[in-house]
């Protein structure tokens, strides 16, 4: 064992670093920092301009952009990426509809979808979850009823995040209402989202922001074509799925920059004549947190490792949703803290002349964080999840 | 970086944890702890036979010249067995100091002996009302003719009862609180006008309050340089409080496998009690515990060897905070999910709660700790 960074790791971070820095545009990182919302644009932009270095997928088999590169590196380069403030690669085309192409696709799917996750070309977004249907995710009931060589899809999806962005949805929908177990009627459906029969409604959550929506289907035809795996093993593709959604929801990197933000955020605010930082109440609370992390950086990468080889992500990485999800909650707490009475700001009511936009995110922030702790597997779901598959309970 | 133990590694924890399963069973444990000692010179014995008593130490001497990651496996499984024998006393803190700033003299006098079972040491700083700072010490010394003399107490020295020789902070000049002026010694505990009185902690080890009344020793009894004593001082107790942390990995680990076999085993309502998510999301969370302390614990092992002070001080006391929280989060949960068992001597779990307690206070709190890792 040897936690240390060895002088290729390290010269691997230089590299990662001196390009993100010639390459990452000013307007992009400060909007990214300044938590601005990101248009499809911004999002697409990023997303080729690391296509265009091979990045852009480090984690696929070679042949396909894979980079070949070691947990330690992949964490590495996640980090710098972070820390200077990228664009996330969202992750519904990359980390989620890829893997199950690459795992259950066939091979026309493969060539015809990937290269253009790869590369961008398509906007991928996720049709899971339902109104009747969230933790209990195999009683959904959006339905596809197969016609000659086509499905007929007809029902609602919910808490689409970035649908109104979206190309392409990848889609859980019920091909047999009549199945002894209720999985075993669940397939896998990619679907073309400019199909006409679609509607995207926004949700507006209580930041005020738009990032999740109800996808209504109303007699969408679907080629056949665009089944992934069998009819009926969708619950299969579905969990197969949840393990790589969850491995990108610890956000380990993510919250290390912004804990460091939030230090010299509480070294500047002062309280009785002092940094707050200083102060031991506050102090104590962020270091908790800190340590916490400290910790979880090395546990993210001790069950990471363990996957070398292909294995595919299981119970584990539950473990990582479930703390790195609670410490992305506690920094946005502590950010609003600093602020204290500033915190209060939300938005300007005429003129956006010297009102500090950045303050004014916070609270917006520790609303929509809220999220984390729900989305992808509730942490409930989550601790179901490791009792019965690592402690057998 | 890379995750694993190495196969040296695993063979070491293999062939500890295979005496420890079969000589070191918890009745047998129970029967050392109530002989007028406290631990076992059989079970000394055998730790200096299979060379666990050898890891930290230099080949010169007799040594392994193993790594704090060495001594983590040793300590995981060492607390995994509550082993209740003066290892930690002897090997973390009295031959460290001895390792690290003895002359070769008194490397050669001690090292071997140490490592072949036949000296054992411990280490006394505390006075009476102090904490854990380490700038306080309960001892001064002068110098006199050849040597010097050193007066005032040493209290609760861990395992100053069964060690043969005593390292003793004592203040040589400056006064209480500063870093400066504190010098080490090596006392043999027969010496003149060295009393120990001994007594059992909450955890069934041994610890002793020293008072020294004109103890007189030679000049070759100062360890390291005069008034010099502290950064050493800070760095062998990093390094016990590092394995400290692993022992504590070990004990969590017994906890965790003892409660989720009961919860497995014992039935109510007509089903075993794992089946209610009430208690299974609860034995997540001491997992969850598990396997962040063990994560900080590792980053502590290695960091301890290789970071510089500063980086050391900072990482060892990260790690005291976390395990020293996973200590109590799960020795508590542990006795509140075997119920009424749970509260029972007769019971391993009550025991390792007992060390648990005892861990997360020992050098230092996670409060002294939070201190110091925001300083550092």
């Known amino acids: ?393 | 970086m890379d995750f694993e133990y190495s196969d040296e590694q695993k063979l070491l924890s293999e062939t500890l944890r295979k005496f420890l399963n079969t000589g070191y069973t918890f009745d047998a444990r129970d029967k050392i702890m109530k002989t007028a000692t406290g631990y076992s010179e059989d079970v000394w014995a055998a730790l200096a036979e299979m060379g666990i008593l050898s890891v930290p130490f230099a080949a010169e001497h007799g040594g392994f010249g193993g790594t704090t990651v060495d001594m983590m496996v040793v300590m995981e499984a060492l607390g995994e067995a509550l082993v209740v024998e003066p290892y930690l006393a002897t090997v973390g803190l009295g031959g460290q100091f001895v390792a690290r700033a003895g002359t070769p003299a008194q490397q050669q006098r001690i090292l071997p002996s140490l490592i072949q079972g036949k000296t054992k040491m411990a280490f006394g700083h505390l006075p009476s009302g102090g904490r854990y700072d380490l700038r306080s010490v309960g001892a001064k010394a002068r110098a006199a003719g050849d040597g010097f003399v050193i007066d005032g107490e040493a209290r609760m020295v861990l395992d100053g009862g069964a060690a043969d020789v005593l390292v003793v902070a004592a203040r040589t000049s400056g006064v209480d609180g500063d870093a400066r002026g504190i010098s080490l010694f090596l006392v043999d505990r027969g010496t003149p006008g060295v009393t120990t009185r001994e007594y059992r902690t909450l955890d069934n080890h041994r610890v002793a309050d020293v008072t020294l009344g004109g103890v007189q020793v030679a000049r070759d009894a100062l360890l390291g340089a005069e008034g010099q004593a502290f950064p050493v001082m800070e760095e062998v107790v990093d390094y016990a409080t590092t394995l400290v942390c692993a022992e504590a990995v070990g004990a969590i680990k017994y906890a965790h496998d003892a409660t989720l076999d009961y919860l497995k085993t014992r039935r109510q309502f007509g089903v075993p009690i794992g089946s209610f998510q009430a208690l299974q999301h609860r034995m997540v969370d001491i997992l969850i515990s598990y396997e962040q302390a063990k994560s900080i614990a590792c980053l502590a092992s290695v960091k301890v060897d290789t970071a510089d002070p500063a980086e050391r001080r900072r990482i060892v006391s990260a790690a005291k905070i976390k395990v020293a929280d996973a200590c109590r989060h799960v020795s508590q949960e542990a006795v509140q999910l075997h119920g009424g068992m749970g509260m029972t001597e007769e019971l391993k779990v009550s025991h390792t709660f007992r060390r648990l307690t005892s861990i997360a206070a020992a050098f230092g709190d996670a409060e002294h700790h939070l201190e110091r890792f925001a300083g550092a």
Not at chain 1, 275 to 282: A, I, V
């Open chain 1, 1 to 393: 064992m040897d936690l240390n960074y060895s002088p290729e790791e390290s010269a691997f971070r230089d590299e990662v670093r001196g390009w993100i820095r010639a390459n990452l545009p000013d307007t992009l990182r400060d909007k990214v920092l300044n938590y601005r919302e990101l248009s499809k644009d911004d999002l697409l932009s990023w997303h080729k301009a690391l296509a265009k270095k091979g990045w852009v997928a480090p984690f696929w088999p070679k042949e396909w952009g894979g980079t070949d590169w070691t947990v330690v590196q992949r964490y590495i380069f996640e980090e710098e990426c972070e820390a200077a403030g990228c664009p996330p690669v969202v992750a519904f085309g990359v980390r989620m509809c890829a893997p199950v192409l690459l795992r259950f696709g066939s091979d026309a799917q493969k060539k015809r979808f990937l290269p253009r996750i790869y590369n961008g070309d398509d906007f991928w977004v996720q049709g899971y979850s339902e109104p009747g249907s969230g933790s209990d995710l195999a009683s959904l009931k959006t339905r596809a009823l197969r016609d000659g060589d086509h499905y007929v899809v007809t029902g609602q999806k919910i808490w689409t995040t970035l649908g109104h962005y979206g190309d392409w949805i990848f889609c859980l929908v019920r091909t047999n209402p009549n199945t002894e177990k209720r999985q075993d009627g669940i397939s896998f459906l990619l679907i073309d989202m400019k199909t006409p029969g679609i509607t995207v409604r926004p949700i507006i959550l209580m930041d005020q922001g738009h990032e999740v929506n109800e996808v209504f289907f109303d007699e969408v035809r679907v080629p056949a074509e665009n089944l992934v795996h069998d009819e009926g093993k969708g619950w299969t593709v579905a969990k197969y799925l949840l393990g790589y959604e969850r491995m990108g929801t610890g956000r380990i990197a993510f919250s290390k920059r912004e804990l460091e933000r939030v230090k010299g955020m509480a070294a500047k605010a002062t309280k009785n004549g002092r940094p707050l930082l200083e102060d031991p109440r506050f102090r104590d609370k962020l270091s908790r947190v800190e340590v916490e992390l400290i910790a979880l950086e090395i546990t993210n990468m001790r069950f990471l490792d363990q996957l070398r080889g292909g294995r595919a992500p299981g119970a584990e990485v539950s473990m990582l949703k479930i703390k790195g999800t609670e410490i992305q909650q506690a920094i946005t707490e502590l950010a609003m803290q600093v602020a204290g009475p500033f915190a209060q700001a939300f938005r300007p009511v005429d003129g956006d002349d010297g009102f500090d936009r950045l303050t004014a995110s916070l609270f917006p922030r520790y609303c929509n964080l809220r999220k984390a702790t729900i989305y992808a597997g509730s942490n409930e779901i989550q601790r179901n999840i490791i009792a019965k598959a690592t402690l057998g309970l």
